[in-house]
């Protein structure tokens, strides 16, 4: 289970005048920015492999399932911090581990690794049949996490009770940008855009086409599996 405790206040991953830009327009339209969202969200469908996926900054609960390591996987990504962490979904009879018993082990990847040699243990759902055997590829998620993931195009910082981190700097990836450029453009244009190369600011990028995929390229990396 992944419910969303804090929204993300964007709309975009992209800036509406560098779409402008790319276009050639020179004002801009309800239409500039529906396509701007939309290529926004068709990359984050993409990236996560699910249409519910957000790569925007947002504050998440979530139900993980261990798997007999000491590692946890939360399922947004970049993770930049971690609120809370109970053993059990009810908080009232749960124990509530402290930041110095775990670390983030590989935010990219959204690894949390516990210190201690316990770790995770598999919660596997077990059939009986004389003894008991691991019924197969089914789990219960006993574990509860409260953290933050996702991007930030622009520079902003916050400091409220619903957000864990602060955070200042951009750290959306300058090719998740242009893919969602690419994609807007796209969407505004009918379906389709000619062209062999676009340019934001200091950013290139070219391609034929007859070539692969400029956007599946770009995004290629980060796509989760």
Not at 43 to 58: A, F, M
Not at 126 to 144: C, E, F, G, K, Q
Request: with cysteine.
């Amino acid at each position: 289970m992944l419910t969303v405790c804090t929204t993300s206040p964007d709309s975009a991953l992209a800036e509406l005048g560098d779409l402008l830009t790319l276009l050639g327009a020179t004002a801009s339209s309800s239409g500039h920015w529906k396509a701007l969202v939309g290529g926004s969200e068709w990359v984050e469908r993409y990236v996560t492999n699910s249409r519910s996926g957000v790569l925007r900054r947002q504050v998440y609960l979530e139900t993980v399932a261990g798997r007999g390591s000491q590692r946890l996987m939360l399922s947004r990504v970049p993770v930049l911090g971690i609120g809370r962490m109970f053993n059990a979904t009810d908080t009232g009879d749960a124990t509530e581990y402290c930041s110095t018993d775990y670390r983030l082990e590989d935010p990219d990847a959204g690894f949390l690794e516990m210190r201690s040699n316990a770790g995770f243990g598999w919660n596997s759902v077990s059939d009986w049949n004389i003894v008991a055997a691991p019924r197969p590829a089914a789990v219960y998620r006993p574990w509860l996490i409260c953290y933050e993931a996702g991007y930030q195009l622009a520079c902003a910082s916050s400091t409220a009770s619903d957000w864990i981190s602060t955070t200042t700097g951009r750290t959306l990836p300058e090719d998740i940008e242009r893919a969602v450029l690419l994609k807007a453009a796209e969407f505004y244009s009918g379906g389709g855009v000619e062209m062999e190369s676009m340019k934001v600011g200091p950013l290139g990028l070219n391609f034929k086409e007859d070539s692969v995929d400029p956007i599946v390229e770009l995004l290629a990396p980060y796509r989760s599996v």
